[in-house]
């Protein structure tokens, strides 16, 4: 079982940068895809960001050459630099494996990007 919280979101200027931090209760070494997700007021959860093993990434096209994700194994913890932060990246940012475990979701961190 394995428990995620993240942390680092805020609210910051169009063009601004944030780094989330996703740290797990738990082992995060047997997951081999690890995710990042959003979910927007009135909108569905999406997968932005996801990263197999160490190394393989793939990214949303609304978020690719913006955001990228990585994850430290040893320390049981997954991040997601954001740059360039638009409006419409305004949402929850959660963590989880891709697909998503039902009993792994966390309470997310908000970003809120606006002048």
């Known amino acids: 079982q394995v428990q995620f919280v993240e942390s680092g979101g805020g609210e910051v200027q169009p063009g601004g940068s944030l780094r989330l931090s996703c740290a797990a209760a738990?082992?995060?070494?047997?997951?081999?895809?690890m995710g990042w997700y959003r979910q927007a007021p009135g909108k569905q959860r999406e997968l932005v960001a996801s990263?197999?093993?160490?190394?393989?990434?793939n990214y949303a096209d609304s978020v690719k050459g913006r955001f990228t994700i990585s994850r430290d194994n040893a320390k049981n913890t997954a991040y997601l630099q954001m740059n360039s932060l638009k409006p419409e990246d305004t949402a929850v940012y959660y963590c989880?494996?891709?697909?998503?475990?039902?009993?792994?979701w966390g309470q997310g961190t908000q970003v809120t990007v606006s002048s």
């Open positions: 989880n494996a891709a697909p998503p475990n039902g009993n792994y």
């Open positions: 990263i197999v093993a160490s190394s393989m990434s």
């Open positions: 738990g082992s995060i070494t047997l997951i081999y895809i």
